[in-house]
Each structure stands twice: as structure tokens, then as C-alpha cells.
């Protein structure tokens, strides 16, 4: 089941001005910063309880987020629902008719497990359901 707003993200095409913005200008509190190799994407979190602000830039100039940042110059990429049961949850939706992604839910940051619905199943709206490792996230 959808238990939460875990997270919005924001993809940003200098990763460190983006960094130092979010933490000097508007006085974030800086988590830290994550690889996601099977991603081929950068995270930078940063928590604003009850959720948090997730920069996400391209590892190494590749992958969706370069694809992305081809078209636009940054801005909101999607939001993230937290889910206590991401397998139950993609069947229910899949059975509703959603489109995702992938077929299956992934390796994400801080040891996630995340899925993409298809924006074209959302009104045009990337939405990311993960579900956090057994010690949190």
C-alpha cells in the first residue's frame, strides 16, 4: 500500500552550484550524495520532513536523466510515493491498467527498491513508488 510522499525530484544540469544552492542559499540540512550505477543517475538528498528534495544529475553524462536534460534545461522530474509492499502495489496498479517503466521493481538509492509508472498512465507525470530497505532509508 502507498503509505507516503517520500520524495520529489529535481534534475539539475550542474550538480554541485544545485548541491551548494540547496544548502547555502536555502539553508537545507545535505544528507549526502549517492551513485546509482544502475540508474546511471546522481542523488543528492535532502530531508524536509515529512519528505525530502532529491537532486538527481546523469553519472558519467548518461541515461535518462542526460535524455532528459537534452530537452529541458532541469527542472521538476518526478515525485515518489513509498510503498510497505511495492510487489502488491505494482500488481494492483498493473491490473488497473498502468504502464510501467520496467517490469519490475529495481535497485534504487539507500537501498530501495523502486519502480516508474509511465507518464502516459499519470497525466503526464513521472511517479516513482519505492519501497525502503528493511533498516529504513
Request: hydrophobic fraction near 40%.
Amino acid at each position: 500500500m502507498i503509505t507516503a510522499l517520500d520524495h520529489i525530484a529535481i534534475a539539475v544540469p550542474d550538480f554541485e552550484a544545485a548541491i551548494k544552492r540547496f544548502m547555502e542559499d536555502f539553508g537545507l540540512e545535505f544528507k549526502g550524495t549517492e551513485d546509482v550505477a544502475e540508474a546511471k543517475t546522481s542523488t543528492a538528498f535532502f530531508p524536509l520532513p515529512p519528505t525530502q528534495i532529491e537532486l538527481v544529475h546523469p553519472l558519467n553524462g548518461e541515461g535518462p536523466i542526460a535524455k532528459y536534460l537534452e530537452k529541458k534545461p532541469g527542472g521538476l522530474h518526478h515525485i515518489c510515493f513509498r510503498s510497505d509492499n511495492i510487489v502488491e502495489d505494482v500488481e494492483r496498479l498493473k491490473a488497473k491498467g498502468y504502464q510501467f517503466l520496467s517490469d519490475a521493481p529495481g535497485p534504487g538509492a539507500h537501498g530501495c527498491k523502486v519502480i516508474f509508472i509511465h507518464p502516459k498512465s499519470c497525466d503526464g507525470v513521472l511517479i516513482e513508488i519505492n519501497q525502503p530497505a528493511a533498516d529504513g532509508h
